[in-house]
């Protein structure tokens, strides 16, 4: 593109730090730099028209993990790392709505449900016996009980009689959490480019040079901020994972409120504006989701239908509104990638599929990195 001298010298000239993706870490990233540093010129560069990765797309759960994955975490990390990841979750959910605000957020704090299927006893049984032991473990944070099971009250056909409550467990608005982090990002003179894709990058000892798809230019530093895209910009550690989500059209009288974790966290379902938001089926085909790509797949989709069906609104015509994908990072181990990659290059990625919890934290850490 050929930019003007007025665009280049206003928009594009004596950068400071320049912040890949407008995602909650990338615009958490800005807000702690622009804490540091009031004076410094600030650039996000972003993609999509809107964010497009996982922010704007995910189902809103505020949580910390569920019983069955805590138990599961506890099988590949130490009593003291899964104590940690559970501290930062509930620390960068307090963040986020100190940040923001609940009402910003529209927060709700229903609970959270774990529901088992009827055929799956190992699972149950694993969650009956090891509860209490969950229950002392968490203790040191929440100072009560967090796991209680309750008898299904909510007419879900096809699962135990009783599922697991987690009275601490919220939700909320997705798109109002994004619009509002957006709106105080801009208020605070932060510029943020849509449509703009980072391509490559390279560096000497003052400055890095950023190729874009409409443009090059120069900044001091660089945060990267794209998760679930990181391999893109040579950041190994994270893999893309896509999930598929759905949406009912209104449903008169609803009852269902919470957020609900249903067969070990694969799949995830949650009431908004009288509608059911449902998700997951990676496990149905992982290779098929290992993707950057947006998209929906038959075998999936399918399967959350049949979920509605048979599971969550057995006894209720619903109609299917809006079905979308999102592209999350995941890796080996759960906790997030936050690390200086070169003397002017950083980055904070591999955020999983509890972003939103993490999301102001690793932000937040990003931004505290740079020098
Ligand atoms: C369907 C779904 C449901 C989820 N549900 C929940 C939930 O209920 N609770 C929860 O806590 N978490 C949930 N998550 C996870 C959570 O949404 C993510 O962990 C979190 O949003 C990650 O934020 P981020 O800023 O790291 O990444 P992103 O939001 O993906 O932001 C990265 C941004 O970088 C941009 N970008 C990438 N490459 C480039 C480039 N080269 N140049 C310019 N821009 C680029 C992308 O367009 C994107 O906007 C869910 C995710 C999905 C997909």
Redesign the pocket.
């Known amino acids: 593109m050929n930019l003007s001298y007025w665009e280049i010298k206003t928009w594009l000239t004596n950068i400071d730090f320049t912040i890949?993706?407008?995602?909650?870490?990338?615009l958490n990233c800005a807000l702690q730099l622009k804490k540091r540093f009031p004076k410094a010129k600030i650039l996000i560069?972003?993609?999509?028209i809107l964010?497009?990765?996982?922010?704007?797309?995910?189902?809103?759960?505020?949580?910390f993990g569920s019983l069955s994955e805590i138990i599961d975490d506890l099988k590949n990390h130490s009593e003291d790392d899964v104590l940690e990841l559970i501290k930062k979750r509930i620390n960068g959910l307090q963040l986020l709505r100190e940040t923001l605000g609940d009402n910003a957020l529209d927060y709700q704090n229903f609970g959270g449900f774990e529901l088992f299927l009827e055929s799956d006893d190992t699972l149950y049984n694993s969650c009956l016996s090891n509860k209490d032991d969950i229950n002392q473990l968490l203790y040191s944070i929440f100072n009560t009980e967090v796991f209680s099971f309750k008898v299904n009250n909510f007419g879900f056909k096809n699962i135990k009689p009783n599922y697991c409550f987690n009275p601490f467990e919220g939700q909320i608005d997705t798109g109002k959490m994004m619009n509002a982090l957006l709106d105080k990002v801009q208020s605070l003179g932060i510029r943020i480019l849509n449509n703009?894709?980072?391509?490559e990058l390279s560096e000497d000892s003052n400055a890095v040079k950023l190729k874009?798809n409409h443009f090059d230019f120069t900044t001091k530093k660089l945060c990267i901020?794209?998760?679930?895209?990181a391999k893109?910009?040579n950041i190994p550690e994270v893999k893309p994972a896509?999930?598929?989500?759905l949406i009912t059209k209104p449903i008169d009288n609803l009852n269902i409120k919470g957020?609900f974790h249903l067969d070990e966290g694969y799949y995830?379902f949650r009431n908004i504006d009288n509608r059911i938001l449902l998700?997951g089926g990676r496990n149905l085909d992982f290779q098929t989701e290992e993707t950057t790509e947006f998209g929906q797949t038959e075998i999936i989709q399918n399967k959350l239908e049949n979920l509605l069906k048979t599971i969550i609104l057995p006894n209720t015509n619903f109609e299917i509104d809006q079905r979308w994908?999102?592209?999350?990072?995941v890796g080996k181990q759960k906790n997030a990638v936050v690390k200086q990659l070169s003397k002017n290059v950083f980055c904070?990625?591999r955020?999983?599929?509890?972003?939103?919890?993490i999301?102001s934290l690793?932000?937040k850490e990003l931004a505290d990195l740079v020098e």
């Open positions: 890949v993706g407008s995602g909650i870490v990338g560069l972003e993609k999509g964010p497009q990765g996982a922010s704007t797309k995910n189902a809103g759960f505020a949580c703009t894709k980072v391509e874009t901020a794209t998760n679930g895209f893109q910009l896509r999930a598929q989500v957020t995830y998700g994908s999102g592209i999350m990072g904070g990625v955020l999983g599929g509890m972003g939103i919890a999301g690793i932000g």
